[in-house]
T-cell receptor, first 116, second 110 residues
Framework: DAGVIQSPRHEVTEMGQEVTLRCKPI?????LFWYRQTMMRGLELLIY????????DSGMPEDRFSAKMPNASFSTLKIQPSEPRDSAVYFC??????????????FGDGTRLSIL | DAKTTQPPSMDCAEGRAANLPCNHS???????VYWYRQIHSQGPQYIIH???NNETNEMASLIITEDRKSSTLILPHATLRDTAVYYC???????????FGSGTRLQVQP
C-alpha cells in the first residue's frame, strides 16, 4: 500500500524565495497534518485539515506560512518569503478520524528544507 | 492532553527485551496512550496504542498499569533496527493532533 508521499525530499533555496512543499495522503484518510521538526523545538504541529477544511492552524508560525488542501488527495504548505530560521524537516501525516475515535496517524518521510 | 515523562535514553542488548517506561500520572479517563518511534531521518512510525487494557501487536506490547498512571512499551526481541527515539503520547479523542515530547532514545547494542 502506498503511504503518505511527500515531495520534494530535499529543498535548498535562498532566503526570500517561495517554497512549496507537497503531500499526498493515504487514500481514504479524511485528515491531514503538517508537522515541523527542529533540533530546538522538536516535532510540532503546524496545521491540520479534516475533510479538506483547516481545523487548527494555531501552530502556523506567521503569515509567511500558508497551507491548502484543494482536494482529498493533495495538500501544499507554502512559505513566502522564506527565511533561514524556516530550515527544518517538514512532515505530513494522514489519518482517518471519526467523532469518537482517532485512527493512528501515518507519516511521510518528510521534506528537509534548508534556507540559505 | 496529559503530560508524559520518559527517560532520555536507554540501552538494550540485541535479542533481549526492551522495556521503555512512560509516566502519565495526570491522565484522564478518556485519554489513550500512543507510542510512536522515529528512526533517524525518517518520519515517525506508529507502534501501538491503548486505553486501559494491555495491548499486543506484531511490533510490540503495551502494558498499562491498573491506575493508568504509567505504561511500558515492550519490544520482545530487540534488533539493531529498533534503534530509534520512542515517543509516548497521551491524547483524548477530542484532540486530533499529536503532541510530541522529547522521547526516549533507545540504542540497541550488538
Amino acid at each position: 500500500d502506498a503511504g503518505v508521499i511527500q515531495s520534494p525530499r530535499h529543498e535548498v533555496t535562498e532566503m526570500g524565495q517561495e517554497v512549496t512543499l507537497r503531500c499526498k495522503p493515504i487514500s481514504g484518510h479524511n485528515s491531514l497534518f503538517w508537522y515541523r521538526q527542529t533540533m530546538m523545538r522538536g516535532l510540532e504541529l503546524l496545521i491540520y485539515f479534516n475533510n479538506n477544511v483547516p481545523i487548527d492552524d494555531s501552530g502556523m508560525p506567521e503569515d509567511r506560512f500558508s497551507a491548502k488542501m484543494p482536494n482529498a488527495s493533495f495538500s501544499t504548505l507554502k512559505i513566502q518569503p522564506s527565511e533561514p530560521r524556516d530550515s527544518a524537516v517538514y512532515f505530513c501525516a494522514s489519518s482517518f478520524l471519526t467523532g469518537s475515535y482517532n485512527q493512528p496517524q501515518h507519516f511521510g518521510d518528510g521534506t528537509r528544507l534548508s534556507i540559505l | 492532553d496529559a503530560k508524559t515523562t520518559q527517560p532520555p535514553s536507554m540501552d538494550c542488548a540485541e535479542g533481549r527485551a526492551a522495556n521503555l517506561p512512560c509516566n502519565h500520572s495526570t491522565i484522564s479517563g478518556n485519554e489513550y496512550v500512543y507510542w510512536y518511534r522515529q528512526i533517524h531521518s525518517q518520519g515517525p512510525q506508529y507502534i501501538i496504542h491503548g486505553l486501559k487494557n494491555n495491548e499486543t501487536n506484531e511490533m510490540a506490547s503495551l502494558i498499562i498499569t491498573e491506575d493508568r498512571k504509567s505504561s511500558t512499551l515492550i519490544l520482545p526481541h530487540a534488533t539493531l533496527r529498533d534503534t530509534a527515539v520512542y515517543y509516548c503520547i497521551v491524547m483524548d479523542t477530542g484532540r486530533r493532533a499529536l503532541t510530541f515530547g522529547s522521547g526516549t532514545r533507545l540504542q540497541v547494542q550488538p
